[in-house]
């Protein structure tokens, strides 16, 4: 165990360069597809 | 034939000599307790036993069908996964509320009257306090008292709707009642506040996270879970549960996103899959009903794996925030791996025992043609695997790297561990044994077909795809310690409130009465009537003394002498003679 | 994130390519899912169930609407500090 060890007040979760396109080209085509099914059969 | 005896018997009886053992010899008992208690269960005959007149009504200690049954069995082998899992523990306190927490648990679902129904209920809170406080953190103790109060005031609701229920049928029996009246309707709010319902469960996020790490596993597998027996035994068919259960699948997965707190996590994903249980028992079919119980046991067996999984997390390094805590897969590879099987489970991924569970009931709003409720616990499904499923064992074993290195997680509770996760697992794969033990037989519902699997696996690893395209981008919210508001707030803060009015409001009259009524009205009285004779007196003397020695009298001198005399008690006759006939004629006008 | 002492034994995940086998794992079988799909013959409760995808496409906006409500609208309205009911 690291003597140093210390709590940390807030985790935060740094982002990978490059994702954040592809997550917003997947939450929108998602969108848009659920969109299209309950367009056509609710 | 009554040669065993009620069902809860060996767990209360057993607890009662548990004090008075130490050591090894404790731990035998504890463990023979669950195994005697099984043993005395199934040489019970079906049908009503141990049945005892009091006041005229019929008290069933030990009503045994199928119902009862399936949970009586989960009930008894929990508690032996528990004691295995609390081998550790040498307190008296926590050793015996255990056990009589497991004991209150099987009297009531065996229960078949209200009268023992009742006694066990309010049992159950009682010996569950006593795991929560054992824990012995100011936090433990504010949480403990929080969660009595709310369980008193639920019970007296209970109560007062079995009052009136047993005086309007003149019976107390406890079986099937329906939303008929006033009484159900208490009997009915009674249960859900044990049941978590929403607004109602805050007792549940706020006391488990707070109980001991064993106190733990015993509080998440028989509050919820007796309630949910309750339900199915009295209320099947409900509509109002349709939506309360898909309200409690619902909110409680947007709470365990962004708590930080691992073990309230799981007490958020608690509420939600009672909420799946509690909807499967307001669709009321064959199926349905079949499905809550079948997911009623089954949760009990993840669930208490993920708490104990956590737990171990607990014992070895004493933290449990996500922030606190990560990358501890490298010296507890066991643990994570039991974690993992939990995580699969209450996710219900193929091969896993929720996975046979939970589609019975979505398969039965599915049949039911009830879109949206279909809508939100798919919704739920999916969330589950979220938060229960990924954060929890992703946060506590993976994530970033805490520099801790705990110790494996001692022998005994890696054994409790291993044998829930070989239950999850086997129930998963071979669904047969555990459909033979529901209500309605046959089941003649089949979890494993190619589309099904399918389409679970596919909600199920695109929502890891959520996951992990949401980390990477660094759009996932940051774990951070802090407090998260729910609907205690009304009464954590607004007891406060309600002290502070309290208080401003009732001891300034008290301070307002003490000083006009007590000091200032009383004194008056009191002065007057000492000082009243010789007032009277002088005003009565002073013409006649200004008359005798006019010119040369001094009246204040007169006034001053009379106080005197009334002071020393030396009046004159004349005078008081007087006095007292001027008051005997006041007497006379009065009348 | 910590400074690893030289003496510590490196573990599973310490290896980037270990890292990299499971996403590869992880994202053949998203597409082994989505292939699969065609090969399945359905009886659906309700008629989107009956589409390509469905199941795949509700989880995943399902997963990052909870998570976008939770962190932009719950977080704001419920967050305080550690010792807010001290």
């Known amino acids: 165990m690291h003597e140093d060890h210390e709590e940390l007040m807030e985790l935060k979760h740094d982002p990978v360069p490059g994702y954040r396109p592809i997550f917003f080209v997947a939450i929108t085509v998602g969108l848009v597809y659920l969109g299209v099914i309950f367009f056509n059969t609710l | 034939m009554i040669s065993s005896l009620p069902p809860a018997a060996p767990f209360m009886l057993g607890a009662l000599l548990l004090p008075f053992l130490r050591g090894h010899v404790r731990r035998a008992v504890m463990l023979a307790l669950p195994v005697l208690a099984f043993i005395n269960l199934i040489h019970l005959p079906t049908g009503d036993s141990w049945t005892l007149s009091f006041l005229g009504q019929e008290l069933v200690l030990a009503r045994i069908d199928r119902l009862s049954l399936v949970f009586g069995y989960i009930f008894i082998l929990i508690g032996l996964i528990t004691t295995i899992y609390a081998l550790h523990v040498e307190e008296t306190v926590q050793n015996v509320s255990g056990m009589l927490y497991t004991g209150s648990a099987l009297g009531v679902v065996f229960a078949g009257d209200f009268f023992t129904f009742f006694i066990f209920w309010e049992l159950l809170t009682v010996f569950c306090v006593q795991l929560i406080w054992a824990r012995r953190t100011r936090q433990s103790m504010g949480a403990g008292f929080r969660y009595l109060m709310f369980h008193v005031a639920g019970g007296l609701i209970l109560l007062a709707g079995i009052v009136l229920r047993v005086h309007h049928t003149g019976s107390i029996e406890f079986g099937l009642i329906g939303l008929d009246g006033p009484g159900s309707h208490l009997i009915f709010l009674g249960l859900g506040i044990n049941c978590a319902w929403p607004l109602l469960h805050t007792w549940l996020s706020d006391a488990y996270p707070e109980a001991t790490i064993t106190g733990t596993i015993f509080l998440s597998a028989f509050t919820t879970k007796t309630a949910v027996y309750a339900l199915a035994r009295a209320y099947p068919g409900t509509e109002a549960l349709i939506w309360i259960g898909a309200a409690m699948a619902g909110f409680p997965i947007f709470f365990a996103v962004i708590e930080n707190d691992l073990r309230r996590v799981l007490a958020y994903s608690l509420i939600n899959q009672v909420g799946f249980m509690v909807c499967g028992i307001g669709i009321g079919t064959q199926l349905a009903i079949n499905g809550a119980v079948a997911h009623a046991f089954n949760d009990i067996l993840f669930k208490g794996l993920l708490f104990m999984t956590m737990g171990a997390v607990m014992y070895r390094t004493g933290k449990i925030n996500a922030t606190d805590i990560g990358g501890l897969y490298r010296t507890m590879p066991l643990t994570c791996i039991f974690c993992i099987v939990g995580a699969a489970s209450i996710s219900a991924f193929p091969l896993f025992s929720g996975f046979v569970s939970k589609s019975m009931v979505m398969d039965a709003a599915g049949s039911g043609h009830m879109r949206w409720i279909w809508f939100i616990l798919l919704f739920a499904s999916a969330g589950v695997f979220h938060h229960a499923g990924i954060k929890i064992p992703y946060f506590a074993f993976f994530s970033h790297d805490s520099g801790l290195r705990p110790k494996e997680a001692p022998p005994h509770m890696l054994l409790a561990m291993g044998i829930t996760a070989f239950l999850c697992i086997f129930i998963g794969s071979f669904p047969q044994y555990l459909y033979s033990m529901l209500p309605y037989q046959p089941v003649g519902y089949e979890p494993y077909t190619v589309p099904h699997v399918v389409a679970q696996l596919q909600i199920l690893f695109f929502s890891a795809l959520a996951f992990a395209l949401l980390l990477l981008s660094g759009i996932y919210p940051a774990e951070i310690r802090c407090v998260n508001l729910d609907a205690d707030w009304f009464y954590r803060k607004g007891a406060r409130l309600f002290y502070g009015a309290m208080d401003r409001c009732f001891n300034r009259l008290n301070q307002v009465c003490d000083q006009w009524l007590a000091r200032g009205l009383t004194g008056a009285v009191n002065r007057f009537c000492r000082n009243a004779p010789a007032r009277v007196s002088s005003w009565f003397l002073l013409p006649f003394h200004r008359l005798v020695k006019a010119g040369d009298g001094n009246p204040r001198s007169l006034g001053q002498s009379i106080q005197e005399a009334f002071d020393k008690g030396v009046i004159p006759v004349g005078l008081s003679a007087a006095v007292s006939g001027l008051f005997l004629v006041l007497l006379f006008f009065l009348k | ?86």
Do not use: Q
């Open chain 3, 1 to 86: 994130m910590h400074p690893k002492s030289p003496d510590e034994k490196t573990y599973l995940f310490d290896k980037p390519k270990n890292v990299k086998r499971v996403f590869l794992f992880f994202y053949s079988a998203l597409v082994l899912l989505l292939i699969a799909e065609f090969f399945v013959h359905k009886h659906p409760h309700f008629p989107w169930e009956g589409w390509w995808g469905f199941y795949a496409v509700y989880g995943f906006v399902a997963c990052v609407l909870l998570v976008l409500v939770a962190k932009y609208i719950l977080r704001p309205l419920v967050k305080r500090g550690e010792d807010y009911y001290d």
